[in-house]
T-cell receptor
Framework: NAGVMQNPRHLVRRRGQEARLRCSPMKGHSHVYWYRQLPEEGLKFMVYLQKENIIDESGMPKERFSAEFPKEGPSILRIQQVVRGDSAAYFC????????????FGPGTRLLVL | QKEVEQNSGPLSVPEGAIASLNCTYSDRGSQSFFWYRQYSGKSPELIMSIYSNGDKEDGRFTAQLNKASQYVSLLIRDSQPSDSATYLCAVNNGNNRLAFGKGNQVVVIP
C-alpha cells in the first residue's frame, strides 16, 4: 500500500489523557500536513512539516497540541490533556518535493474524548 | 469574510444529468485550487487541480477557474449514483496551507 497511512483509525480517550496520532506519508513524499475536521464543520489546516522541521504551525492551538516529523519514523500529532472539544477526525496529508502543492489524504483518525 | 465559501445547499440531480458546483475565495493572491470528494465517514479524495484561468477537463469532471471573479467551479457530466458525496473546494493560501470550504453534498438519483 503506497498511500498515506494513519493509525490508529479510531481512538478513545478520557478527559485529561494524552492522544498520539501517527502518520506515514505516501512513498516518496517528504511533506506532511495535519488537518482537523470537527463534526458539521470543514477541514481546518493545523500544521505543515518536513523531516525534522515545522514549516507552518499557524493552525495549531497554542496549548496542548504539538507535532513532529522525525528523521526516522512517522509524523506524530500529540494532544495532551484532551478535552471533549478535541473529538474530531484528524487527517494527515502528504505531498512530494516535485509537486508540493498537491496533497493526498490518509484515512484519518477518529478521536473520541469521553 | 470566510476564506473559501461554498454556499449551495444539498444538490439533487437525476442520473445522467450535469451537476454544477461553485466556490468563491477571498485571497486574490491564491494561485492553486483543488476539488476533493469525500464520502460519508471517509477521507477527502483528490479529483482535480487547476492553476490557470479557463477550463480543465478530466474524464467526466471539468474544473473552471476565474481569478478575476475569484471563483472556481466543478461540473460533473453524466452523473452516476457513485458520484453521491460531499465535494470540497480547497485553495492554497500560501505555504501549502489548504483552506477548505464546508462542502456541497451531491445526491444522484437513479
Amino acid at each position: 500500500n503506497a498511500g498515506v497511512m494513519q493509525n490508529p483509525r479510531h481512538l478513545v480517550r478520557r478527559r485529561g489523557q494524552e492522544a498520539r496520532l501517527r502518520c506515514s506519508p505516501m512513498k516518496g513524499h517528504s511533506h506532511v500536513y495535519w488537518y482537523r475536521q470537527l463534526p458539521e464543520e470543514g477541514l481546518k489546516f493545523m500544521v505543515y512539516l518536513q523531516k525534522e522541521n515545522i514549516i507552518d504551525e499557524s493552525g495549531m492551538p497554542k496549548e496542548r497540541f504539538s507535532a513532529e516529523f522525525p528523521k526516522e519514523g512517522p509524523s506524530i500529532l500529540r494532544i495532551q490533556q484532551v478535552v471533549r472539544g478535541d473529538s474530531a477526525a484528524y487527517f494527515c496529508a502528504s505531498s512530494s518535493q516535485m509537486d508540493s502543492e498537491t496533497q493526498y489524504f490518509g484515512p484519518g483518525t477518529r478521536l473520541l474524548v469521553l | 469574510q470566510k476564506e473559501v465559501e461554498q454556499n449551495s445547499g444539498p444538490l439533487s440531480v437525476p442520473e445522467g444529468a450535469i451537476a454544477s458546483l461553485n466556490c468563491t475565495y477571498s485571497d486574490r493572491g491564491s494561485q492553486s485550487f483543488f476539488w476533493y470528494r469525500q464520502y460519508s465517514g471517509k477521507s477527502p479524495e483528490l479529483i482535480m487541480s487547476i492553476y490557470s484561468n479557463g477550463d480543465k477537463e478530466d474524464g467526466r469532471f471539468t474544473a473552471q477557474l476565474n481569478k478575476a471573479s475569484q471563483y472556481v467551479s466543478l461540473l460533473i457530466r453524466d452523473s452516476q449514483p457513485s458520484d453521491s458525496a460531499t465535494y470540497l473546494c480547497a485553495v492554497n493560501n500560501g505555504n501549502n496551507r489548504l483552506a477548505f470550504g464546508k462542502g456541497n453534498q451531491v445526491v444522484v438519483i437513479p
